[in-house]
């Protein structure tokens, strides 16, 4: 499958809220907290994606983020920018090692790209 969606993150006020109302309607359970800001979960058990639960602690606290993988950040950047969207931030590298990048599309959502590992 080209361009797998490899990670999500889900903005909220409160994480513990967040992971009960995703618990009850799909099943999905948090891993044990990481930190005091994000909880890990993989979205669909195991044939899921991981995924996470981030409470950044300030506006904006709506949003849903997804982390799409692409053969070449530096070229699916360029094509971004000629199908009218934007690059806003990289392509960089990751702590993982791989590139990443934060395009926008034209009417202004945000979505991560990384390059495979």
């Known amino acids: 499958m080209g361009s797998p969606v490899v990670r999500f993150e889900i903005g909220c006020r409160d994480r ?3 992971a ?3 618990g009850g309607l799909f099943g999905w359970s948090p ?3 990481i930190n005091e800001y994000s909880n890990d ?4 058990g195991n044939r899921g994606i ?5 409470a950044l602690g300030h506006e904006p ?9 692409v ?5 699916a950047a360029e094509r971004t920018r000629q199908l009218g969207g934007k690059v806003a931030i990289g392509p960089l590298p990751a ?6 990048a934060w395009i926008t599309d034209p009417d202004g959502n945000r979505v991560g790209i990384v390059g495979p590992k």
Do not use: I, L, S
Request: aromatic share 16%; net charge negative.
């Open 50 to 54: 991981n995924g996470g639960y981030t």
């Open 20 to 22: 009960e109302f995703y």
């Open 61 to 69: 606290h709506n949003y849903v983020m997804v982390y799409v993988e």
């Open 95 to 100: 702590p993982d090692g791989r590139q990443f």
């Open 41 to 44: 979960v993989v979205a669909g």
């Open 71 to 75: 053969e070449d950040v530096a070229k």
């Open 16 to 18: 513990k809220k967040t």
């Open 31 to 33: 891993k044990p907290d």
